[in-house]
């Protein structure tokens, strides 16, 4: 059974960076696409980033182009987003998700979540 958990969230300021983890237990994640989502107060859960299963295409929602990198570590089992140049709107509880299909629109069809971590963004 694949467990993801995801850590490297806080409270950071306007500018700021951080870097969120997405560890992986009971089976390799090299099966599977990988996709973080994210979700405000009030608002649905959108996708943010996601990386194909062997680490070679990746997609961004627009929002976060130019200031968010995913990354994938084999050896690790873990997925990696540097996020930089935070903006308040960037705020949110994250998210990331094993998934079935990538393609030009990102990730689809998610198999299994994390529980996610909050990023805060505020002066």
């Known amino acids: 059974q694949l467990q993801l958990v995801e850590s490297g969230g806080g409270l950071v300021q306007p500018g700021g960076s951080l870097r969120l983890s997405c560890a992986a237990s009971g089976v390799t994640l090299d099966y599977y696409p990988i996709g973080w989502f994210r979700q405000a107060p009030g608002k649905e859960r959108e996708g943010v980033s996601c990386?194909?299963?062997?680490?070679?295409?990746?997609y961004y929602t627009d929002a976060v182009k130019g200031r968010f990198t995913i990354s994938r570590d084999s050896v690790k089992n873990t997925v990696y987003l540097q996020m930089n140049s935070l903006k308040p709107e960037d705020t949110a509880v994250y998210y990331c998700?094993?998934?079935?299909?990538?393609?030009?629109?990102?990730?689809?069809?998610?198999?299994?979540w994390g529980k996610g971590t909050q990023v805060t963004v505020s002066s």
């Open positions: 990386i194909s299963s062997i680490g070679d295409s990746t």
């Open positions: 998700a094993a998934v079935l299909i990538y393609n030009d629109y990102g990730c689809q069809g998610v198999d299994h």
